[in-house]
C-alpha cells in the first residue's frame, strides 16, 4: 500500500523548465546575437515541502555554474529555494544554457531520491 502511496506522490511532482531565446539588436539595430533564457519552477506536494523545511535543505544547491564574460566569470547557483519559487536565468550562450537545465534535472532527481525513502520508511 506505501508503494501506491509513493508512485502517486511521485506523478504529483513536476518539474517546469522553460526555454526563451531573443534576438540582441545593437544602437543602431544591427544583429549583435542571441540571449538565451532559462525558467525552472518545480511543483512539490505539502509532504515534500515539510520534509525540505524539517531537514532544512531549502538553501541546498541543485546546480552550479558559472556567466562568463570578456575579462571576468560571475559563479551563480539554483538553490531548492530557488527552484521552487522559479528561477530565471539568462545567457548568452546555448550551451551554458543546456548545461544548466540538464545540472537542475540531475538536482532534482538527487535530492527527490532520499525524501522518497524517507516516506516508504516512515509508512512501514
Not at 532559462?38 to 531537514?55: N, P, Q, S, W
Request: net charge neutral; hydrophobic share 35%; glycine share 6%.
Amino acid at each position: 500500500m506505501a508503494d501506491s502511496t509513493t508512485d502517486k506522490e511521485d506523478a504529483a511532482v513536476k518539474l517546469v523548465i522553460r526555454r526563451n531565446q531573443a534576438d540582441v539588436k545593437g544602437v543602431f539595430g544591427g544583429h549583435k546575437g542571441v540571449r538565451f533564457s532559462l525558467f525552472g519552477k518545480v511543483d512539490v506536494t505539502d509532504a515534500e515541502r515539510a520534509l525540505i523545511e524539517r531537514y532544512k535543505v531549502g538553501d541546498y544547491t541543485l546546480a552550479d555554474y558559472e556567466l562568463r564574460l570578456v575579462k571576468e566569470t560571475i559563479p551563480f547557483r539554483v538553490s531548492v529555494n530557488d527552484i521552487m519559487n522559479g528561477k530565471s536565468v539568462e545567457t548568452d550562450s546555448i550551451k551554458t544554457l543546456l548545461e544548466l537545465e540538464d545540472k537542475i534535472k540531475e538536482g532534482c532527481v538527487t535530492l527527490k531520491n532520499p525524501f522518497r525513502d524517507t516516506a516508504i520508511t516512515r509508512d512501514h
